[in-house]
């Protein structure tokens, strides 16, 4: 598993943005991806969850209901859209694979990560 998370950049409060995790491996993945992000000064935090078929998903508290994960297996991609983004959301986001095919909200469950992508929101 080698993951690339994309899409993230500048955007005022309101809006959306659509972000990208791709595998880069050749191999199809039966792996739970999920989606974590860090705000400076603060603990990385979990924002989303999907399984490896796409048929699960789990959210935090704080993007529910306004961010919306998805999954295209032939394009071997996981997609996190977010609307109605406030300045909360500004941090850099992960995204993860879990061992099993849904890794849950813990970060202990993801031992491949991507490198971030920076979102940021302005008031």
């Known amino acids: 598993v080698q993951l690339q998370a994309s899409g993230g950049g500048l955007v005022q409060a309101g809006g959306c943005l659509r972000l990208?995790?791709?595998?880069?491996?050749?191999?199809?993945?039966?792996?739970?991806v999920g989606w974590f992000r860090q705000a400076p000064g603060k603990d990385r935090e979990f924002v989303a969850t999907?399984?490896?078929?796409?048929?699960?998903?789990l959210y935090g508290n704080s993007v529910k209901g306004r961010f919306t994960i998805s999954r295209d297996r032939v394009r071997n991609a996981v997609f996190l859209e977010m609307t109605d983004l406030n300045p909360e959301d500004t941090a850099v986001y992960y995204c993860a694979a879990s061992r099993s095919a849904f890794g849950g909200s813990s970060e202990s469950q993801y031992p491949y990560w991507g490198q971030g992508t920076q979102v940021t929101v302005s008031s």
């Open positions: 999907i399984g490896w078929n796409g048929s699960g998903t």
């Open positions: 990208s995790c791709t595998n880069s491996k050749r191999t199809s993945s039966n792996n739970g």
